[in-house]
C-alpha cells in the first residue's frame, strides 16, 4: 500500500451516540455498562487494553494486558509479575493510563489514574482458579528477562514435574493490580467525525464531574 492509498483509508462512523443523559453519574459504572454490551457483542477478548507505564529514562512504555475485575467504586483489576518491566516501572512510578478499543461498536475508553498491588489473599483467589499451566508458566517466566525458546520450555517441563501431584502456590512476585482512576473518558464514534467525548474527572470533593469535549 502506497502513502495515496493510506492517507485515503476511513471510515464513516454511525453506530450510536453518547449523551449527557444516558449515561451513569458513576465512570466505572458506565464502563461496566459498555463492557457487558462489549461482551453481548462477541468481540474478541473484550478485556483487552493497552497500559502504558512510565519507564526509568521518563519516556512511556506500552503493552496490551487482559482486565480481570471491575471493582465498583474502586477500579480495575489486572495481573502479572511484579519483577517484569511494567512491574518495575509501576513500581518506581505509579501514574499509568489504559486505552480499551471496541472497534466493531465504534467505541474506546480511555483512562488515567495511578496503581497499587491488591492484596495477597486477593491475589491467592485469583491464582488458584486459574488453568494448572498458567499457573507453572507464572512461575516458569522471569517475565521481561532475556532467554531462548528451548530454554523456557525447559524450566516449564522442570516445573511441572517438581509439582507433579501437588498443589501450586502463588509465588510471591506474582500477583493482581488495581488501576485506581482520576479520569475516564468516553468516545463513541458519529458520522462526519463528530464524534462523542464525554470525561469525567475527580474534583477536589472527590466527586465525579462530566464534561463534553470537541472530538
Not at 459498555?34 to 474478541?44: G, L, N, P, Q, T
Not at 496490551?64 to 511494567?86: A, H, P
Amino acid at each position: 500500500m502506497n502513502r495515496e492509498d493510506l492517507g485515503h483509508l476511513r471510515e464513516d462512523y454511525n453506530k450510536g451516540e453518547l449523551l449527557e443523559t444516558n449515561v451513569h453519574p458513576n465512570p466505572i459504572q458506565q464502563f461496566q455498562n459498555w463492557f457487558d454490551e462489549a461482551v453481548k457483542s462477541e468481540i474478541k477478548e473484550p478485556n483487552a487494553f493497552c497500559l502504558s507505564t512510565i519507564n526509568k529514562t521518563g519516556g512511556i512504555s506500552s503493552r496490551i494486558v487482559l482486565l480481570k475485575e471491575i471493582r465498583e467504586n474502586e477500579g480495575f483489576i489486572f495481573y502479572t509479575n511484579y519483577n517484569s518491566d511494567k512491574g518495575i516501572e509501576m513500581s518506581n512510578n505509579p501514574n499509568i493510563a489504559a486505552n480499551f478499543l471496541w472497534l466493531p461498536l465504534e467505541r474506546q475508553v480511555r483512562i488515567e489514574g495511578h496503581v497499587s498491588k491488591i492484596s495477597p489473599t486477593d491475589s491467592d483467589a485469583y491464582f488458584n482458579a486459574r488453568p494448572r499451566g498458567s499457573q507453572i508458566g507464572a512461575i516458569a517466566s522471569d517475565q521481561s528477562k532475556e532467554t531462548t525458546r528451548e530454554d523456557l520450555e525447559l524450566k516449564y517441563k522442570e516445573i511441572e514435574a517438581l509439582y507433579q501431584g501437588k498443589d501450586i502456590r502463588r509465588p510471591n512476585h506474582w500477583g493482581g493490580i488495581i488501576i485506581i482512576p482520576k479520569m475516564i473518558e468516553f468516545w463513541q464514534g458519529r458520522s462526519s467525525r463528530l464524534h462523542d467525548r464525554l470525561r469525567y474527572e475527580l474534583d477536589s470533593t472527590n466527586n465525579w464531574t462530566i464534561k463534553r469535549l470537541s472530538p
